[in-house]
């Protein structure tokens, strides 16, 4: 399973930039997806994970953030709308299990790059 995460950049506090997870050899549809940033010297935090049982969203992005499976461009994507400095990080996708109110992730092999979101003020 390998998943790459691309589309991010530099962006401004308050506006938006639109993240896309693909897939290398497998098709996405038939597994769930979670987005994840961690920013240097912290923790990996879960910020969104989607399914087909519900997609959660963390605290910190609910109303800001979308996530979504793009099926033409057979990509799962993360809107990120109002973007605030915090957003800050290095964005990674990753296969999860999850119901909506929680998220598990299960994927055993190794993460890719990951695209950095910057967001200044």
């Known amino acids: 399973v390998q998943l790459q995460a691309s589309g991010g950049g530099l962006v401004q506090s308050g506006g938006s930039l639109r993240l896309s997870c693909a897939a290398s050899g497998f098709s996405l549809a038939y597994y769930a997806i979670g987005w994840f940033r961690q920013v240097p010297g912290k923790e990996r935090e879960g910020v969104s994970c989607i399914s087909e049982r519900g997609t959660y969203y963390a605290d910190s992005v609910k109303g800001r953030f979308t996530n979504s499976r793009d099926n033409a461009k057979k990509t799962v994507d993360l809107q990120m709308n109002s973007l605030k400095p915090e957003d800050t990080a290095v964005y990674y996708c990753?296969?999860?299990?999850?119901?909506?109110?929680?998220?598990?992730?299960?994927?055993?092999?190794?993460w890719g790059q990951g695209t950095l979101v910057t967001v200044s003020s």
């Open positions: 990753a296969t999860v299990r999850t119901d909506g109110t929680s998220c598990d992730v299960i994927q055993r092999t190794p």
